[in-house]
Structures are given as C-alpha cells and as structure tokens.
C-alpha cells in the first residue's frame, strides 16, 4: 500500500492549487454554488460520476468499480463564515466579510484530491468509494440530514471526515474512541410583561426582571441539578428588549445554546429550562413562550473505524494523539454517525514558523498547507486498506 500511496505526492501542488482558489472564493452556507460548480468541474473533466441536488448546493461523487460492493463515503464541508480575513496571503479572500476561518476549504481540497487519486488508481480498490461535499455546516440547521434523506448512505459500509485542527503540529492528527463531540441545541424564551411608567413599576409587569431572575435561574441548572460526571453547557447569547429607559419593559426575547454529551441530560435540561422560565413567570405575573430546537447530535466514533485511522496514520509516519477529552462544540457529521459506522478526527495544520496556528472563527485562521497531502494520504489508505 505504501508504494501506491507514494504516488499521491504528485497530488500535492494539486490538492494545494484547488484549496487556495476555493479560499479565494469562499461561500457562505447555503449560497455554496460556486464552490460546488468548481469542485464538478474538476471531477467530471477527470471522468469522475457526480450527483447534484435540487434543494441544497452538495455535490456528491462516486468512483464504482464492483456494482455488487458498497460504498465507503468521505464526507468534505464546504461552506466559510462571515469573517473578515486578516491574511496578508497571495491567496486571501476576495470577498469582503467572508472567509474560510474553519478549514472547510481544505477539506474540500483534500477530497477533491483523494478523489482523482482513487479513481487513477481505481484497479487496487475492492470497495466503491463515494465522496461527499456537503452544504451548511456552519449553520444550527446542518446539511447532513438534508443528505441523508435523498440517499447518500444508501449502501455505504462507513463513512469518515476530518477537520483541520490548529492545536495539533503538522505531521500530527487527534483521535477520539466513542463520543467526541457534543450535541448542539437552541432554545428561544419570550417574556411578556405589562408597561407602566418607571417611576411607577407596581402597575406594571417587568418582563426585563422577569428574564433576568430566569437568566440567573437557569445558569444554576448545570452546577446545581445536572451530575457533574456528565458534561453540559448552557449558555445565553441573546438578549432583546425596552423601548426607554423611564419605560417598564413588557416583552423581552433571549436565545441560547445546550450542549450535551448524554441524551438523558439533553432530554432533562430541555425540561428543567423551561420549567425554570415557567415559575419564575408565574411569581412575577408574567406570560412566556418557550421554545427548544435539537441541533446535531452527539459525534460518536466507532472504535474499529477510529482504529484504522490510527493504524494507517502509523504505517504513513503521521503521529496519532488521544484527544482524551471529547470537546463541547458541535458538528453535524454525527448525523451520518447515528446511521452507519465511521469516525471523525483532527489533521494537525499548526507550524509556528509559518504562523498556522491561530484558533478556528479567527480572522487569521491559516492552514500550513504540507498537512493538506497527508490527510489526502489517511482517507486514501482506508480505501485502499478495504479487502
């Protein structure tokens, strides 16, 4: 195997030409035409099948080589964020306020890559390979479970992805065995009081103290009612409402986040919030409206999957780290987790000498791009590890 993967080397500059342009022209979720068009374009002109979709902007890719054999799938996410780049790289963005300060135009680099590798070498796989260029990560919605619903774990075996990660060295990637990341929810609370004068606030109902008092109430439920042996955040990020400030206040609507890594206290904070919202309403006199959204859940890796990883990192000389701890953020690559075996983990990009190692969301977010080549070689060996 190591023989055909060191043809991949020729790939490199190719890999690393396609992640600078998608760089240069970054989408935002749900506007990603553009970059799916570029990455079609590239496959097709290599003889590579692709599929697109009337309601979204993924692309999905299949090399088949036995109709009667399933499918291993790579999953790419293509879509950056409304950041402003502070990279002063031939390559920067040229779209105001927008930029890849994630990686996700890596990681359509890269599987662009290993696509036309596989296919090129297509005579040493024993499994059909479907790659898949996903729409809106970035966004609560996801679009794994748009994906999922037209089909594109229809005969799969597994499936794997990766992220680029700026807290590993280049050479490096983070594994994760069971559950790796955390389920991603939104909650909206409205407050509705009655106006009155401020000088006169036993008239009215204070829908600002009202939210406050709940603010603070449920900020307690994770260090007060949930086990600490089981991870949790809650955390508000919104807050709107008053119209002056000699006003008492009568509506206000705050949002925030849960996060989880058990399903029971996902099930059990959703129910404690809103009977915090609910008491302390009733006390004040006031009405509310809660409402509870349940984003992805948990990422939870399949051991096997996560050990093939590890194995084939090992024969390439890349250098596998346990994460230990599994992380709080959320990715919607569990969607794909919940339905068929596979594993997700981290390609170190970080090089201090070429300043790479500034965190995701950061308007400096940059990738030492040698990493590129060597998460293009991990996906490549597990299709060619498949008997």
Do not use: W
């Not at 009155?196 to 939210?211: M, N």
């Not at 955390?235 to 509506?251: L, R, V, W, Y």
């Amino acid at each position: 195997m190591k023989k055909i993967l060191a043809k991949m080397d020729e790939y490199k500059e190719k890999i690393i030409s396609i992640r600078r342009h998608i760089h240069m022209y970054p989408d935002l979720s749900g506007e990603e035409k553009p970059t799916r068009d570029y990455v079609k374009d590239i496959l097709e002109s290599n003889g590579i099948k692709t599929k697109t979709f009337k309601d979204n902007y993924a692309l999905v890719s299949e090399i088949i080589t036995d109709e009667k054999k399933p499918f291993l799938a790579f999953r790419a996410d293509m879509d950056a964020l409304p950041i402003q780049e502070e990279n002063h790289v031939s390559y920067a963005s040229k779209k105001k306020g927008v930029m890849h300060a994630c990686g996700h135009d890596a990681h359509t680099a890269i599987l662009t890559g290993v696509m036309l590798f596989l296919n090129e070498i297509k005579e040493n796989l024993n499994i059909n390979i479907r790659g898949v260029f996903q729409h809106k990560e970035e966004v609560f919605e996801g679009g794994s479970s748009d994906l999922i619903k037209v089909g594109v774990l229809e005969n799969v075996k597994e499936i794997y992805g990766l992220h680029m990660y700026p807290y590993l060295k280049t050479g490096e990637i983070g594994y994760k065995y069971g559950e790796m990341m955390a389920s991603a929810d939104m909650f909206e609370i409205e407050i509705f009081g009655k106006s009155a004068h401020g000088a006169r606030p036993h008239e009215g109902v204070d829908a600002i103290l009202t939210a406050s008092m709940a603010v603070n109430s449920i900020n307690h439920i994770v260090s007060r009612r949930i086990d600490p042996l089981h991870p949790a955040v809650i955390s508000f990020g919104t807050i709107e409402g008053g119209k002056a400030p000699n006003i008492i206040c009568d509506h206000v609507k705050l949002s925030g986040t849960v996060r989880t890594l058990n399903d029971k206290v996902r099930s059990d904070i959703k129910k404690m919030t809103e009977d915090a919202v609910s008491g302390i309403a009733k006390s004040m006199g006031a009405e509310y409206k809660f409402h509870y959204y349940y984003g992805n859940s948990e990422l939870i890796n399949t051991k096997e999957c996560v050990d093939k990883i590890i194995n084939n990192a090992k024969m390439l000389g890349i250098k596998p780290v346990d994460l230990v701890q599994p992380v709080m953020g959320g990715e919607d690559f569990a969607e794909y987790l919940k339905v068929v075996k596979g594993a997700y983990f981290r390609l170190g990009c970080c090089s201090k000498i070429k300043d790479t190692c500034y965190p995701q969301h950061h308007p400096k977010f940059n990738i030492d791009e040698d990493s590129l080549l060597l998460g293009a070689k991990i996906l490549a060996s597990l299709a060619l590890d498949e008997k």
